[in-house]
């Protein structure tokens, strides 16, 4: 063996990690004094790892060219500002929809063959009358989930399937023993 042996040549590892292919060796570069890296300034969510940050502008305030003193008066409130109103509409909707279905019940007189039945049953009547409102509940349940009924179709549907429902709640409210109507 010589003193002075010449340099070994890259082997495949160090040529493949290599910034530059043929420069030999990768020299890594001193660790950084500080191990825990900076505060992330903008704290993303845990999901927010696959989509980019959005950054919006700021909106510009719209210049005034109007010189003077701007006054704004705030009104009070009107009547029709009512938190619950959408929930008193939706409700008004909702006995509006089965009390048309009932009425029409009533017209066809299924609300008089139910009340009949209930007679029949006696002290049994309530549960009678509740099993006949579940057992008539099943079809409205059912139908707008149908593939063959048209969407278009589905609302006048569902409002048909729901008479007899509407006439069984009627007629057990107005011919169950102990109601109070």
Not at 97 to 102: E, I, K, Q, V
Not at 123 to 143: F, Q
Request: glycine content about 6%; charged content about 20%; proline content about 19%.
């Amino acid at each position: 063996m010589t003193d002075h042996e010449p340099p070994l040549a890259p082997d495949w590892w160090d040529r493949l990690y290599a910034d530059d292919p043929d420069a030999g060796p990768v020299k890594r570069p001193a660790p950084h004094p500080d191990p825990d890296p900076p505060p992330d300034t903008e704290a993303r969510p845990w999901w927010a790892v696959l989509h980019p940050a959005r950054k919006h502008p700021a909106p510009e305030p719209a210049p005034r060219d109007d010189p003077g003193v701007h006054i704004t008066i705030n009104q009070p409130p009107t009547p029709y500002d009512d938190p619950t109103a959408p929930r008193r509409r939706a409700s008004a909707r909702w006995f509006l929809y089965h009390g048309a279905a009932a009425a029409v019940g009533w017209a066809f007189g299924a609300a008089d063959a139910v009340g009949e039945l209930l007679a029949a049953a006696g002290p049994r009547a309530p549960a009678v009358g509740i099993g006949l409102c579940l057992i008539a509940c099943m079809p409205a349940a059912w139908l707008p989930g149908l593939p063959f009924i048209p969407p278009p179709l589905r609302p006048a549907t569902v409002w048909l399937a729901r008479i007899p429902l509407a006439t069984a709640a009627l007629a057990l409210a107005l011919h169950a023993p102990g109601t109070v109507i």
